[in-house]
């Protein structure tokens, strides 16, 4: 059950982009949808989630600025990026609780999309 994400790019400072992560294959559900990132040099850091209610959390750098929404009927999580800044440069993966046709709830990852935000 891959994820696909894409919706990254080279973007100027102030910029914005949107990113879209969709679970591929056949599956039963899906729960918490979120996204994270990776800049050079640093350790993986959450972003966004959103749940199958649709509540949201974010991290405090993003808030204002970033905006996750979901689309249940397309098992697709997207993520809204305004503003952008040096700071926001980073490789963003998409994350999924995925309930498969069979068998119990489990984590899965997407590829990765690189946002390049420039001055």
């Known amino acids: 059950v891959p994820l696909q994400a894409c919706g990254g790019g080279l973007v100027q400072v102030g910029g914005s982009l949107r990113l879209s992560c969709a679970v591929s294959?056949?599956?039963?559900?899906?729960?918490?949808m979120a996204w994270y990132r990776q800049a050079p040099g640093k350790q993986r850091e959450f972003v966004a989630v959103i749940t199958k209610g649709l509540s949201t959390m974010y991290v405090d750098s993003v808030k204002g600025r970033f905006t996750i929404s979901r689309d249940n009927a397309k098992n697709t999580v997207y993520l809204q990026l305004n503003s952008l800044n040096l700071e926001d440069t980073a490789v963003y993966y998409c994350y999924a609780d995925i309930v498969p046709v069979t068998g119990p709830q489990r984590p899965y990852w997407g590829q990765g999309t690189q946002v390049t935000v420039s001055s």
């Open positions: 294959g056949r599956i039963f559900s899906t729960n918490n």
